[in-house]
């Protein structure tokens, strides 16, 4: 993948150069070359899901545009995480993401293959499952109830200022209207989820699939 601007070993000091501005204490080099280690895994990741979002140019990775640097953050961290279970470096690679791009999503988490970040600022995922070909916009929150995590399916969009939360089963193909919480709730999928009365909800058969609008698939 072609790295606009940058070559491996500078855009892992562009990184760290970031992670000592903002936590200076003086643990930054270390750093270096954990990112050097997992860097090429990590970008092998992040061009699988550019490849396949309609709006990027396949095969090219701009450090500069947001929601593309927002995933490579994650990938980064996850996959160091993943890989040898360092707390230390993913914490820094978490708080950089959530400094530059408003977004709480810890290392932890397994999202999936292929997902698109719309806008990152207030963005909140929890400890879920979450399906292929998700679509996340700002605001945008998955959570639990009582320790219970949702299950969201393949496909799923989520508009801004919507939430995802608890025993909620949210089936394939779903997108849920702007503003719109599933709380608790499952949804049949292949379906457009709007707000009802007294905080019901009303699924509507979607006509296509949300998700085609915005991946390759």
């Avoid at 450090?63 to 994650?74: A, G, I, N, R, T």
Wanted: proline share 5%.
């Amino acid at each position: 993948m072609e790295l606009i601007d940058q070559t491996l070993e500078s855009l892992a000091a562009y990184t760290c150069a970031q992670v000592a501005a903002l936590v200076p204490d003086g643990k930054a080099e270390a750093l270096l070359p954990v990112i050097a280690r997992h860097q090429p895994e990590a970008l092998a990741r992040l061009e699988r899901c550019i490849a396949a979002v309609r709006m990027w140019q396949p095969g090219r990775f701009n450090y500069l545009h947001s929601s593309q640097y927002c995933q490579y953050l994650y990938y980064l961290a996850n996959t160091i995480w993943r890989n040898e279970g360092d707390a230390q470096a993913c914490t820094r690679l978490f708080l950089l993401n959530k400094a530059l791009n408003g977004i709480d999503l810890f290392y932890e988490i397994e999202l999936p293959e292929v997902f698109f970040i719309g806008h990152s600022v207030g963005i909140v995922l929890a400890k879920a499952t979450y399906g292929n070909y998700l679509v996340l916009y700002q605001n945008s929150t998955v959570g639990k109830n009582h320790g219970v995590a949702p299950v969201i399916g393949d496909g799923v969009v989520m508009y801004p200022n919507t939430a995802i939360i608890g025993r909620s089963h949210v089936g394939d193909g779903s997108v849920i209207a702007q503003g719109v919480s599933v709380v608790n709730r499952d949804t049949p999928g292949h379906c457009l989820v709007y707000a009802g009365h007294g905080g019901d909800l009303v699924c509507k058969p979607a006509r296509e699939p949300g998700a085609a609008e915005y991946f390759r698939i």
